[in-house]
């Protein structure tokens, strides 16, 4: 099985807290309707939303057992918030960042670079079982940037990282599964 | 002799008022009982459960022994076992444990147990205002609102702990909601079983005994001390 890409999102903080409190409020009021319309399921995933004891429940099972509930939230997550800008051609690349010792003996950047793929950073319904995510802010995009551009010798696939996260305005999210 | 019947003599429980002839002996209290440390302690063969089971089957005085015996001076066995005091208005043991209740870390913990053990009841809310005092976190306090009769307030609660902390309401969801298809998620059992075992030996206990204690030991609703705030 290959290994995902890792890519770079532009994040709309206040449209992604909105759309995080629009979905907390209907599973508050158990809204089976408006989730159903907010999440654009068709008959089938309505059946069972409506089906279900509270529509928060589709949500407390793992998700190998409602794999099309949480890729709708993602989905529609993505539509509102998310702007994709950029993605690594090398499977290669969260091995080297979470591993290489140039990176490494930097505490500092480690740190932040740990923080790029953090999924506590990710509102849950973003999270995906087993796979990579994380977000930063805009300045610590920039910290990463050029905390990576000052070291020399570093692979490829993390030099363009660094140069995309140069190239990039505002919070960003680093996700693996989001195309 | 048993080791029920000695931890109960210890204690002087069940055996009767010291005799008269009988003064006080050096290093026993005035009511002919041995200080804390003459009690025989946990490895003497009893357990939390056997205390909770003796209580189940109406033997107070017996379960008030184990707990004695059993207590290592902090933690859920001195709570209920100050609250088994309370009960039997053994006023010099309760005095003596109340200390080691006020200074139960972190102070939101016991106070949440306490609720969730009360399932709404009153004095749950009080509990929970206090709780969020003194630092409790989010997913803590999420769990306590899940756990209550009133339906509404349950599923808030259910929806407030999956945006906290989303692994712990998975596993909640599988041991205590029974949602279907729910699973332990491995990262959050052992916070699960941290939480959850407090809050079942209360409940099993008597919640409102313990709420009751709890009371008596912050009686101003409480002032936390300063080592018990968060930073």
């Known amino acids: 099985m290959s290994r995902p890409l890792l890519s770079l999102f532009t994040v709309d903080r206040p449209a992604l807290a909105a759309f995080e409190e629009e979905l907390k409020e209907l599973f508050y009021k158990d809204d089976r309707d408006a989730l159903i319309t907010l999440l654009g399921f068709g008959a ?35 539509k509102r918030a998310l702007e994709h800008a950029w993605t690594s051609t090398s499977p290669a690349l969260e091995g080297r960042l979470r591993e290489y010792d140039i990176i490494r003996e930097d ?22 079982p087993g796979g990579t995510a994380g977000m930063v802010s805009a300045a610590e995009g920039e910290g990463i940037a050029e905390g990576l551009q000052s070291k020399e010798d570093l692979p490829e696939e993390v030099v363009h990282l660094a140069e995309a996260l140069a190239g990039l305005d505002g919070d960003l999210l680093c996700h693996d599964g989001l195309l | ?29 005035k009511d002919g009982r041995p200080p804390l440390r003459d009690v025989p302690k946990a490895d003497s063969g009893g357990s939390l459960d056997d205390a ?20 290592r001076g902090k933690g859920l066995r001195t709570v209920l076992r100050a609250a088994a005091a309370l009960e039997a208005r053994d006023e010099a043991e309760l005095e003596g444990l109340l200390p ?48 209550t009769a009133d339906a509404d307030e349950r599923r808030r609660g259910m929806v407030d702990l999956l945006f906290a902390d989303p692994a712990l309401a998975r596993t909640v969801a599988a041991r205590d909601w029974k949602v279907d298809k729910a699973a332990d998620d491995r ?6 079983a941290g939480f959850a075992h407090g809050r079942d ?11 009751e204690l709890l009371s008596r030991a912050r009686p101003d609703g409480s002032a936390p001390r300063a080592a018990e705030k968060k930073p």
Do not use: N
């Open chain 2, 100 to 147: 080691a209740i006020r200074a139960s870390e972190p102070a939101w913990t016991l106070a949440l147990q306490v609720a969730a053990a009360l399932e709404g009841a009153p004095p749950a809310s009080s509990l929970v205002t206090y709780a969020r005092q003194v630092g409790a976190p989010a997913w803590a306090l999420a769990w306590t609102r899940s756990a």
């Open chain 2, 201 to 211: 030996a209360i409940r099993r206990f008597g919640a409102a005994k313990v709420a």
């Open chain 1, 107 to 128: 505490a500092a950047l480690a740190r932040s670079v740990d923080a790029l793929l953090d999924p506590r950073r990710v509102p849950w319904f973003l999270r995906r």
């Open chain 2, 187 to 192: 990262a959050s059992v052992e916070r699960y």
């Open chain 2, 52 to 71: 909770l089971a003796a209580r189940d089957a109406g033997k107070h005085d017996e379960a008030r022994a184990i707990l004695a015996a059993i207590d």
């Open chain 2, 1 to 29: 002799m048993g080791f029920f019947d000695k931890a109960k003599a210890a204690l002087g429980l069940g055996g009767g008022a010291p005799k008269a002839a009988e003064a006080p002996q050096r290093g026993q209290h």
């Open chain 1, 44 to 78: 089938s995933f309505a059946e069972q939303v409506r089906a279900a004891p509270r529509a928060v429940d589709l949500f407390l099972v793992p998700e190998s057992e409602a794999t099309g509930f949480y890729a709708s939230v993602r989905r529609i997550a993505k």
